[in-house]
């Protein structure tokens, strides 16, 4: 693993889950968005764009992130949206799971992408924050 890539897929993955859960403190739902961050260095985020990605269809995504990730000037894109646990292709759903929303956040950084799965708390309006797994491969933008 090059020394960078722990890094960026944890500085986006952070600042997804800090965006989740200002939306979840404000009372709102949580919309599909896109971050994008250029970093300054490995642990360190030099500029970020985020992205209302409400709307668009699973073709479209895949090719707003297929665009932007062959930009020199990206170097990570998050995408968070929330689904349906059972709806998940890459995590088979524990027999006991039940369907719960889950908000999933993509990490795509230099070619490679993961992705995190972070439980909605509903009570205290907060995420149950998933852990950043490089052994996950995911498949799912980058073809």
């Known amino acids: 693993m090059p020394p960078w890539e722990h890094a960026y897929f944890r500085a986006v993955l952070n600042a997804a889950q800090d965006h989740a859960d200002a939306m979840l403190a404000c009372g709102g739902p949580l919309r599909p968005t896109g971050l994008l961050m250029r970093m300054a260095a490995a642990d360190r985020i030099d500029d970020a764009a985020l992205v209302d990605l409400a709307g668009l269809d ?10 932007n990730a062959a930009r020199p000037d990206v170097d990570a894109i ?40 972070n439980d909605i708390d509903t009570a205290t309006h907060r995420l149950q924050r998933g852990e950043l797994d490089l052994t996950r491969i995911s498949r799912t933008f980058l073809n």
């Open 58 to 67: 699973q073709a479209t995504l895949q090719r707003f992130v297929q665009a």
């Open 78 to 117: 998050g995408l968070s949206r929330m689904m349906r646990l059972g709806e998940l292709v890459d995590v088979p759903a524990p027999p006991d799971a039940g369907a719960r929303d889950v908000l999933v956040i993509y990490l795509i950084a230099r070619g490679r992408e993961t992705w995190v799965v």
